[in-house]
């Protein structure tokens, strides 16, 4: 049971520009250390992978980068749309590669082994796993460094697929909440609207089955961010609880940090946030 209004997380405010800056810093610094002088990384049409664009274009200048469309049976129109869209408005090169064949292809395959099973998560994670495979054929064939579009909160919990979107040899938004992802991305537009308004609005989806939203399986992203920065800052179970969170709501986001454990070893190196005079971190 709550007590009292529990705390949110932290706004950037003025320090968002100094961040943006940072991470871009770091990803072009990322590139040069790698020796590869392009980027390239799944271009969904939701918060992170437009983020990321922005980041990329910013760092490397738009004719190194490349986004890969990678739509699936549960690709809405309007999330190909937005990624065009955020493709144009930056000058970045896309390819539009549906990956409807090869899930059918692999789900003949394992019909017979799974048959009668519930295969929901692992039809899922096929998905996952086979944009990361066509991410990486254009890596090795045009030598771009793949980056990785995950994000702090998701990372945290697990709300990601090993050898699936996990791919990639740098990610820039690792340091940054889901909250803060949206901030950076108002960011940007306020100097420059390239990121389309429907992105900032619609309701995130990994979009690997019907329907499917991300806050329908983790929980609201505000309560989310602000219980795993409570835990980042070292905080006690109890302490959190007395600044008002739900028992049941932070027991669910503990246990599903513990299990994602061992995945952090197996990700892309992160960026770092700089030091800030705010005192957030």
Same mark, same amino acid.
């Given at each position: 049971?709550?007590?009292?209004?529990?705390?949110?997380?932290? $706004?950037?405010?003025?320090? &968002?520009?100094?961040?943006?800056?940072?991470?871009?810093?770091?990803? $072009?610094?990322?590139?040069?250390?790698?020796?590869?002088?392009? =980027?390239?990384?799944?271009?969904?049409?939701?918060?992170?992978?437009?983020?990321?664009?922005?980041?990329?274009?910013?760092? *490397?200048?738009?004719?190194?980068?490349?986004?890969?469309?990678?739509?699936?049976?549960?690709?809405?129109?309007?999330?190909?749309?937005?990624?065009?869209?955020?493709?144009?408005?930056?000058?970045?090169?896309?390819?539009?590669?549906?990956?409807?064949?090869?899930?059918?292809?692999?789900?003949?395959? *394992?019909?017979?082994?799974?048959?009668?099973? @519930?295969? &929901?998560?692992?039809?899922?994670?096929?998905?996952?796993?086979?944009?990361?495979?066509? *991410?990486?054929?254009?890596?090795?064939?045009?030598?771009?460094? =793949?980056?990785?579009?995950?994000?702090?909160?998701?990372?945290?919990?697990?709300?990601?697929?090993?050898?699936?979107?996990?791919?990639?040899?740098?990610?820039? *938004? &690792?340091?940054?909440?889901?909250?803060?992802?949206?901030?950076?991305?108002?960011?940007?537009?306020?100097?420059?609207? =390239?990121?389309?308004?429907?992105?900032?609005?619609?309701?995130?989806?990994?979009?690997?089955?019907?329907?499917?939203?991300?806050?329908?399986?983790?929980?609201?992203?505000?309560?989310?961010?602000?219980?795993?920065?409570?835990?980042?800052?070292? $905080?006690?179970?109890?302490?959190?609880?007395?600044?008002?969170?739900?028992? @049941?709501?932070?027991?669910?986001?503990?246990?599903?940090?513990?299990?994602?454990?061992? $995945?952090?070893?197996?990700?892309?190196?992160?960026?770092?946030?700089?030091?800030?005079?705010?005192?957030?971190?």
């Amino acid at each position: 049971m709550s007590h009292g209004i529990s705390p949110s997380l932290p $706004k950037l405010g003025a320090d &968002a520009g100094q961040i943006y800056s940072s991470l871009s810093a770091q990803l $072009k610094d990322a590139v040069s250390q790698a020796h590869h002088t392009d =980027v390239v990384f799944g271009l969904s049409g939701g918060i992170d992978s437009a983020l990321t664009a922005a980041l990329a274009a910013d760092a *490397l200048g738009a004719g190194r980068v490349h986004g890969i469309i990678m739509p699936s049976p549960f690709t809405g129109k309007t999330s190909v749309d937005d990624a065009l869209e955020i493709a144009h408005n930056l000058g970045i090169e896309t390819f539009t590669i549906a990956i409807d064949s090869i899930l059918a292809e692999y789900e003949l395959m *394992l019909e017979a082994p799974m048959y009668g099973m @519930d295969t &929901a998560l692992t039809h899922q994670n096929l998905q996952a796993r086979i944009r990361a495979n066509i *991410l990486m054929a254009f890596s090795n064939q045009f030598n771009w460094l =793949v980056l990785s579009t995950r994000n702090r909160s998701e990372s945290m919990v697990g709300y990601t697929t090993l050898y699936g979107d996990m791919v990639g040899a740098f990610a820039p *938004l &690792a340091p940054l909440y889901k909250g803060w992802v949206y901030e950076l991305v108002e960011f940007r537009n306020a100097h420059e609207p =390239v990121i389309p308004e429907d992105i900032l609005t619609k309701a995130p989806s990994a979009e690997l089955a019907s329907g499917q939203t991300d806050e329908a399986e983790l929980g609201p992203y505000a309560q989310l961010d602000a219980i795993l920065y409570q835990i980042d800052q070292g $905080k006690d179970v109890e302490d959190i609880i007395k600044q008002g969170f739900d028992r @049941d709501a932070l027991k669910r986001i503990e246990d599903m940090i513990n299990r994602a454990q061992f $995945k952090h070893r197996y990700a892309a190196p992160p960026a770092v946030l700089p030091d800030l005079d705010s005192g957030i971190l």
